[in-house]
């Protein structure tokens, strides 16, 4: 990041870097733990996932207004309007990573259920 004259701009700039590093980790930690609950057949899990999507939308969001206000007070050139451009770009980007997959959730439902029916499979029937 360059320096500026004017502190506030370099102030704009480092909240954005803050907030996509945020968004990065949550991103991440949705990732793992997706794949945890896929491999475990974990519905809990799976659903944890899900409700921290909201989350990750939010930030999307803030990111993308916080990016066009300083365009449009700033009116900033070259690497500083690639700069924003991309954390516009990213942040969409790890939005899109960060969403629960329809096929992912069902994916889950079919594991627990073929679980399930496996272990009515293996359970001594009573003979009548």
Known sequence: MVDHTVK???KELSALERR??????????MVIDAMDALAGADAALAQQVVAT???LDALQRE?????ILTIARR???AVDLREIVGA???AGDLERVG???QEHRQTLGQDRHRSA???DHRRPQAHE
Do not use: H, N
């Open 117 to 119: 029916r496996a272990a």
């Open 99 to 101: 969403d629960p997959r």
């Open 53 to 55: 999507d909201p989350r």
């Open 75 to 77: 009116q900033p050139m």
């Open 63 to 67: 990111i993308e207004e916080q990016a």
């Open 20 to 29: 996509i590093a945020e968004m990065g980790g949550i991103a991440e930690k």
């Open 8 to 10: 506030s701009y370099d």
């Open 88 to 90: 516009i770009r990213v």
